[in-house]
């Protein structure tokens, strides 16, 4: 198991993580603000209609389907 760090160690860590995100989330926000960069999106599809669960099987297996529906 590893050692517990020392409160100054935990400190140093802190900094050496936290910079480098503060760094770029000032840049991206700098660009946008300053720049007047776009904020960047995620391409979205259009909607998908709903299905039903015949049109999702594949052909092969609506083939016994009529059977089933006269209640045999």
């Known amino acids: 198991m590893t050692q517990k760090l020392p409160p100054q160690a935990r400190r140093l860590r802190t900094i050496i993580v936290t910079v480098p995100i503060m760094a770029a989330t000032a840049y991206v926000l700098y660009e ?33 389907s009529e059977r089933w529906s006269k209640g045999e």
């Open 32 to 64: 946008r603000l300053v720049l007047g960069k776009p904020q960047r999106t995620l391409p979205r599809k259009a909607p998908q209609p709903l299905s039903t669960t015949n049109e999702l099987l594949p052909e092969s297996s609506h083939a016994g």
